[in-house]
Structure formats: structure tokens, C-alpha cells
């Protein structure tokens, strides 16, 4: 991949003329851009592929790649690009709570509705994807964008608190060969930890589901806390696949291929300390967003 990203909102097709010869102008080879659930599923259970079918048949037209950026639960932590129908319905769709039980503004990993009618429409998509795309335009799909949450480190609802004073999972354990319950296991990196097995779960149920229409690579991308930081300080997205909690998203998440760090930091050596927290042996070394100023193109050499 010689990749570019579009925009957070060019994902429709009257920007589309305004993209494709910026790949040309770039040498890429490989667009990433959004998909939407709201544009996906407007109207509970009633789909539109208008968007998908656009995108490509015109990649296909000019020999492009796609990589599918699913904007749904998560888009930066938060559910802008989710339908209507989800965004305001909190009791079929609840969002998180605070410490002091109030709402918070992003949707709850621990509840099935939401989940379930995400991954319905992920494999709807999934679906279509494999019917319309037999010369594989698509060649990778991200489930979900940035998630975690912003401003607390974990839910605190009934069912988040009841999990939370219970042992940490079984597959975990394992993997990790810590024991007890979460602030047991984790100390400081508790409320972090706890967030980003749920959270991961919730997404690899998604892909998995995906996966299993059309198998295709999958990769989760973080909204980073600081390159040096103590663990479970340091800001970032709690419950993302921060570079503190890797090794819970890799027992969490299976079914994603890697994950990968959103690198906006202009400091030579805390880009560097980020690409060496994901270059790793169980995990590949991608950087899907960076900043778009021109001091950032230096940092092309420390990726390569």
C-alpha cells in the first residue's frame, strides 16, 4: 500500500472528483476513506449501498485500492456517524456512565442492542461487499474508528461495575498470566484495562462476524496517550488499543489483524517511541493517520 487518507466527512460522491486526482498527484495506490453506518442503515432494518457501490466502481474505474474506514459505535471515541434511530434512543442504546451516574457521551461496549445492531449492519455491508466486489477494490476494512472514551476511563453503570469487581476473564488470565480482579491484576492500568477488553471484544465480535461473510484483513487504530507516560497515565483514548493495553486487545481481539497508532505528536522521539510500542513481534507496523503538515513527511523514514 501507497496509501491517503480522505477526510472525516468525504464520504460522499460529490467530493469524490476531488479526491481521486489527489492520489494521482501523490502516487497512491490505496484510498482510505469512510463508510458510515448512518448512510448504511438510515432507517432501522432498510440499507443503502448507494455510497459503497460509487466508491468502487470508481476505484475499479481508475485502478485503485480501497481501504474501508467503518464509521458506526465509535468514530473518535464518539457516535456521529451512528444512525438517528441510535443516536437518540439512550434507553434501547445506552451510553456510559460516570463515577457519579450520569450520562456520558459515548455508547456503552457492555450492552447487546448496540452491538447487535451494529454488527448487523457491518455484515450487511460485509455482504454486499462480496457481491459487488470480485477483483478486491477493498482490500482491508477498520472496525470502527478511535474508540474508547474521553474523559473517564471506563463505564460505571450496574452491569460495568459488577464486571469490574469480578476476576478478570479466563482468556485473559491466560494470555497474560495475571490473576485476581481487574484492580488486582492491573493496578493503576485497572479502569484503562477494563475498558479496552470490553471494548475490544464488543469490536472482534463485529469483524468476526464480518469475517465470516468476507474474510477479509482487519485493523483497529488508536487514539494514543503520551509515548513516555507512566502506565495508566498519559491521557489517550481509555479502552482504545493505546499502546499500554496491546496485550489485552491482542487476547480481547483475534479477529483483528493489528493494531495501529494515530500519530499527530511532532516530536521526533515520541514518534519514534510510538513506532516501537507497535512494531512487534504479534503485530504488524502500520500508521493510518499522521498529521498533514509538512514537518510530519520527515517522520516517513522513521516508519519505513
Same mark, same amino acid.
Given at each position: 500500500? #501507497?496509501?491517503?487518507q480522505a477526510n472525516n466527512s468525504s464520504n460522499y460522491p460529490a467530493i #469524490?472528483?476531488?479526491?481521486? $486526482?489527489?492520489?494521482? +498527484? #501523490?502516487?497512491?495506490?490505496? #484510498?482510505?476513506?469512510?463508510?458510515?453506518?448512518?448512510?448504511?442503515?438510515?432507517?432501522?432494518?432498510?440499507?443503502?449501498?448507494?455510497?459503497?457501490?460509487?466508491?468502487?466502481?470508481?476505484?475499479?474505474?481508475?485502478?485503485?485500492?480501497?481501504?474501508l474506514l467503518w464509521f458506526a459505535t465509535w468514530k473518535n471515541t464518539g457516535?456521529?456517524?451512528?444512525? @438517528?434511530?441510535?443516536?437518540?434512543?439512550?434507553?434501547?442504546?445506552?451510553? =456510559?456512565?460516570?463515577?457519579?451516574?450520569?450520562?456520558?457521551?459515548?455508547?456503552?461496549?457492555?450492552?447487546?442492542?448496540?452491538?447487535?445492531?451494529?454488527?448487523?449492519?457491518?455484515?450487511?455491508? =460485509? +455482504?454486499?461487499? !462480496?457481491?459487488?466486489? &470480485?477483483?478486491?477494490?477493498?482490500? =482491508?476494512v477498520q472496525p470502527q474508528n478511535e474508540v474508547g472514551s474521553y474523559g473517564? $476511563?471506563?463505564?460505571?453503570? $450496574?452491569?460495568? !461495575?459488577?464486571?469490574?469487581?469480578?476476576?478478570?476473564?479466563?482468556?485473559?488470565?491466560? @494470555?497474560? &498470566?495475571?490473576?485476581?480482579?481487574?484492580?488486582?491484576?492491573?493496578?493503576?492500568?485497572?479502569?484503562?484495562?477494563?475498558?479496552?477488553?470490553?471494548?475490544?471484544?464488543?469490536?472482534?465480535?463485529?469483524?468476526?462476524?464480518?469475517?465470516?461473510?468476507?474474510?477479509?484483513?482487519?485493523?483497529?487504530?488508536?487514539?494514543?496517550?503520551?509515548?513516555?507516560?507512566?502506565?495508566?497515565?498519559?491521557?489517550?483514548?481509555?479502552?482504545?488499543?493505546?499502546?499500554?493495553?496491546?496485550?489485552?486487545?491482542?487476547?480481547?481481539?483475534?479477529?483483528?489483524?493489528?493494531?495501529?497508532?494515530?500519530?499527530?505528536?511532532?516530536?521526533?522521539? @515520541?514518534?519514534?517511541?510510538?513506532?516501537?510500542?507497535?512494531?512487534?513481534?504479534?503485530?504488524?507496523? =502500520?500508521? $493510518?493517520?499522521?498529521?498533514? @503538515?509538512?514537518?510530519?513527511? &520527515?517522520?516517513?523514514?522513521?516508519?519505513?
Amino acid at each position: 500500500m #501507497l496509501g491517503v487518507q480522505a477526510n472525516n466527512s468525504s464520504n460522499y460522491p460529490a467530493i #469524490l472528483p476531488q479526491v481521486w $486526482p489527489m492520489l494521482e +498527484r #501523490l502516487h497512491a495506490n490505496t #484510498l482510505e476513506i469512510p463508510v458510515a453506518w448512518e448512510q448504511i442503515e438510515p432507517i432501522e432494518g432498510k440499507f443503502d449501498f448507494s455510497w459503497l457501490d460509487t466508491l468502487v466502481d470508481q476505484a475499479r474505474a481508475r485502478d485503485k485500492r480501497l481501504v474501508l474506514l467503518w464509521f458506526a459505535t465509535w468514530k473518535n471515541t464518539g457516535p456521529s456517524y451512528a444512525p @438517528a434511530w441510535v443516536k437518540t434512543d439512550n434507553q434501547r442504546f445506552p451510553r =456510559m456512565r460516570t463515577r457519579e451516574g450520569k450520562t456520558h457521551y459515548v455508547l456503552s461496549p457492555h450492552h447487546r442492542a448496540t452491538l447487535e445492531a451494529d454488527k448487523r449492519a457491518f455484515v450487511a455491508m =460485509m +455482504r454486499r461487499l !462480496r457481491a459487488i466486489d &470480485r477483483d478486491h477494490r477493498v482490500i =482491508m476494512v477498520q472496525p470502527q474508528n478511535e474508540v474508547g472514551s474521553y474523559g473517564q $476511563p471506563r463505564d460505571f453503570g $450496574p452491569e460495568a !461495575r459488577a464486571a469490574f469487581d469480578a476476576p478478570i476473564p479466563e482468556e485473559l488470565a491466560r @494470555a497474560t &498470566r495475571k490473576s485476581g480482579t481487574w484492580s488486582k491484576a492491573y493496578g493503576a492500568l485497572a479502569d484503562s484495562a477494563f475498558n479496552a477488553w470490553h471494548t475490544a471484544r464488543y469490536v472482534d465480535e463485529i469483524a468476526a462476524a464480518g469475517r465470516a461473510v468476507l474474510d477479509l484483513p482487519m485493523y483497529c487504530n488508536a487514539a494514543l496517550s503520551d509515548a513516555f507516560a507512566e502506565l495508566g497515565k498519559g491521557g489517550g483514548a481509555s479502552g482504545g488499543p493505546d499502546w499500554q493495553v496491546i496485550d489485552v486487545w491482542k487476547a480481547a481481539a483475534p479477529h483483528i489483524d493489528f493494531v495501529a497508532p494515530d500519530i499527530y505528536n511532532r516530536d521526533a522521539k @515520541a514518534y519514534a517511541e510510538y513506532l516501537r510500542h507497535y512494531a512487534r513481534a504479534d503485530n504488524a507496523l =502500520m500508521v $493510518p493517520e499522521t498529521g498533514n @503538515a509538512a514537518e510530519y513527511a &520527515r517522520f516517513f523514514w522513521l516508519a519505513l
